[in-house]
Each structure stands twice: as structure tokens, then as C-alpha cells.
């Protein structure tokens, strides 16, 4: 059987018109989906996109916002960094300046103790002589030890 348009053969068998009508009742139902994902996505943009009737400033004005936060704590934690690479460098140095420092301030302590106690003890009427040729006897040596 011929067509009478050209181009076009009618003589088709049945199964490739049976899955062209399958593809189009498939078509059917995806364009059916593709609705019900376009009303969700609409009512979601009515709800939370568009609460001013369309105007985005004020969403627009948030996610600036946002932003400025964003870009504020990323300085303070840059911030942060610097100060404890600060502090790893620096900690060493730091200790031995006061351990230096504690070590000045003991000698310095025990010199002005040792001060203050000869003071009293002189106050109180010996002199340094006499406690100079005072004698101190040591457990572990037979000998006597003078000071």
C-alpha cells in the first residue's frame, strides 16, 4: 500500500504503532509529575522565597547579612590562628625569661633573709665575730667544722 504523502510510509507494522503509543501515554504521566513538581515548587516559593509578594529584599538583605557574619567570624578565627602561632613562638622565650627571672628574684630574697637575720642577730647583742668562731660539729666527719 502506498502513502499518499510523501515521505511517510502508513504500512508500519502494529508493534512500532503500539510503543508509540505507549511513549505517549508515558509522556502523559511524566508530564503529569512535572506538574505536581511545578505546584510544589511554586507553593515552596510563595511560602519561603516570596513572603512579600515577590519582593526578594528581603532575602536578599539576609543572605548579606549572612555573609557579613560568615566574612566577621572567618577574620576573628584568622584572628585566633595568628594569636596561638604568636603564643607557640613566643612560649619558649617567655619561660625562660621568668625562670630567669623567678631564679634572680630567690637569690635576691635569700641575700635580703639572710640580710635581715644578721641585722636581729646583731641587734639582739652578738656580734658577728662571736658568731664567726662559733663551732659546728658534723655527724658524718670527726672533725669539727668552724664558721
Not at 510510509?9 to 508530564?31: C, F, H, T, W
Not at 547579612?65 to 607557640?88: C, G, H, M, P, S
Not at 636581729?120 to 658534723?138: C, D, F, N, Y
Amino acid at each position: 500500500m502506498g502513502s499518499f504523502i510523501p515521505g511517510v510510509d502508513l504500512s508500519a507494522p502494529e508493534k512500532v504503532l503500539a510503543d508509540l503509543i505507549a511513549s505517549a501515554k508515558s509522556l502523559d504521566s511524566e508530564i503529569a509529575n512535572v506538574e505536581v513538581i511545578a505546584r510544589q515548587a511554586s507553593t515552596f516559593c510563595e511560602r519561603y522565597l516570596l513572603p512579600a509578594g515577590g519582593d526578594l529584599t528581603g532575602t536578599r538583605e539576609s543572605l548579606q547579612n549572612f555573609l557579613t557574619a560568615i566574612q566577621e567570624y572567618e577574620t576573628k578565627v584568622a584572628n585566633w590562628r595568628q594569636q596561638a602561632a604568636d603564643l607557640k613562638e613566643n612560649a619558649p622565650r617567655w619561660i625562660d625569661q621568668a625562670s630567669v627571672a623567678l631564679t634572680i628574684f630567690l637569690l635576691c630574697s635569700d641575700f635580703h633573709i639572710r640580710l635581715i637575720l644578721h641585722g636581729l642577730s646583731m641587734r639582739r647583742g652578738q656580734s658577728a665575730a662571736a658568731l664567726k668562731g662559733t663551732k659546728v660539729e658534723v655527724s658524718t666527719e670527726e672533725d669539727e667544722l668552724t664558721i
